[in-house]
């Protein structure tokens, strides 16, 4: 008899109870918009932004209404302009290229190693081209942060971070979204916490976080921001940056205070099915496991694996028996997008030559949600079944 796995791939934990609570107490009072205070009440959006400011260490924080909206916003701030150019990964989400775009410039694709983070040595030959580099930790893979901070600052190129996948990891013990001038972060239902959507940027920087304030529509509220600058910071930008509405409001950031409260825990439980998962991985012929670098403490949400040079027929053959077992696969190299899975050359809005390295680990890229909803033993369930399946067909004749 053949095992089966039965979980589903998309189900979340449910929002904890302390979060309904919260929740339930802002909608009995009817403040859900982050301006309407009564009296000196201080906003939960306010208290939320102050305890993520604190959790990593920034001097500012502002909550909005996404991850993407995070990005473009933080891109706007540090002063994007339409038709510049923003070089950023390859192999990403659609929403990175997405902000760029939705600022009117224009993405530089910079290829991947088959670490699955962004190759440095392609990123030193592009630097001249752009100012910016939106840099994403895609599946919460962190590159060299110390070599990739001192080659930009050499080059003068600002690094804004996608951490929508590492919310709670670290690079050399350093919060990521901490070694750039601005990090961005999301709250949507497949990331850390979850308020169905939303997203934080973070920034030492007094002029940027007044800017991104403003940009996400403050009015002249901005007195009420806990982790903003102080008011001179608004002095010269008040009357030139536009309001382009994206605030968080009290619903989300009440439910997410306890979550963000949990976090560490949270990531315990991850890096836990995520270990179950490699080590019932590692070792089976013909499949690759992603070695981390001894720098990183990872947020384990999802796994990663490559099934090199196999060919398209195969990897989809694979994919589709550890489907009939229940085990759920995403692939990288289909040449359509679908679900949440794109390559860069289906973003067509953003044209980029080949990059041969990022073409061929998407070939065999396959990557697996980690909801903690499931158990170890689900994990090692799921690793015995694409041991077998892998196995199965890699063995077969080609
Ligand atoms: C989810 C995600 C984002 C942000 O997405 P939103 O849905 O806008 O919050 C950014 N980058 C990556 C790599 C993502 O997966």
Not at 159 to 186: F, K, Q
Request: glycine residues 10%; negative net charge.
């Amino acid at each position: 008899m053949v095992d089966i796995f039965k979980g589903s791939f998309t189900q979340q934990d449910p929002i904890p109870e302390d979060a309904i609570e919260a929740a339930v107490a802002v909608m009995r009072h009817g403040r859900l918009h982050r301006y309407n205070t009564a009296g000196d009440e201080i906003a939960e959006t306010a208290l939320l932004e102050q305890e993520f400011a604190g959790s990593v260490g920034a001097k500012y924080c502002l909550a909005v209404a996404s991850g993407g909206y995070a990005m473009a916003t933080a891109l706007r701030a540090v002063g994007v302009k339409a038709g510049d150019k923003v070089l950023s990964n390859a192999f990403t989400l659609a929403p990175v290229p997405g902000a760029i775009a939705a600022v009117g410039a224009q993405p530089i694709f910079v290829d991947v190693t088959d670490g699955l983070v962004i190759d440095l040595e392609d990123l030193k030959s592009k630097l001249h081209h752009a100012q910016v580099l939106l840099l994403s930790h895609m599946r919460g893979h962190i590159c060299d942060m110390d070599a990739l901070m001192e080659m930009c600052a050499a080059a003068g190129v600002t690094v804004i971070e996608d951490c929508a996948h590492t919310m709670g990891a670290a690079w050399n013990g350093v919060p990521s979204g901490r070694h750039g001038t601005v990090g961005c972060y999301s709250c949507q239902t497949y990331k850390h916490i979850n308020a169905g959507e939303g997203g934080f940027l973070v920034t030492d920087d007094p002029q940027i976080a007044a800017r991104a304030i403003m940009l996400s529509g403050s009015y002249m509220l901005y007195g009420k921001h806990l982790a903003g600058p102080p008011p001179e910071a608004f002095t010269d930008i008040r009357y030139d940056t536009p309001n382009i509405s994206g605030r968080m409001d009290n619903l989300r950031a009440a439910i997410l205070r306890p979550q963000l409260r949990n976090l560490a825990d949270q990531v315990a439980r991850w890096n836990a099915r995520y270990a179950a998962l490699e080590d019932g991985l590692r070792n089976t012929p013909g499949l690759s496991v992603i070695d981390r670098a001894p720098q990183e403490s990872i947020v384990g949400s999802s796994i990663q694996f490559l099934l090199k040079g196999w060919g398209a027929r195969r990897v989809q053959e694979a994919l589709s028996r550890c489907l009939a077992r229940g085990v759920e696969l995403k692939w990288f190299g289909a040449r359509e997008p679908v679900g949440f899975t794109s390559r860069y050359d289906s973003w067509r809005y953003a044209p980029s030559a080949p990059l041969p390295n990022s073409d061929a680990v998407l070939s065999g890229l396959i990557d697996m949600r980690v909801p903690l909803t499931f158990s170890l033993d689900d994990c090692r369930l799921i690793a015995r079944i694409i041991r077998e399946e892998v196995g199965a067909v890699y063995q077969s004749a080609p």
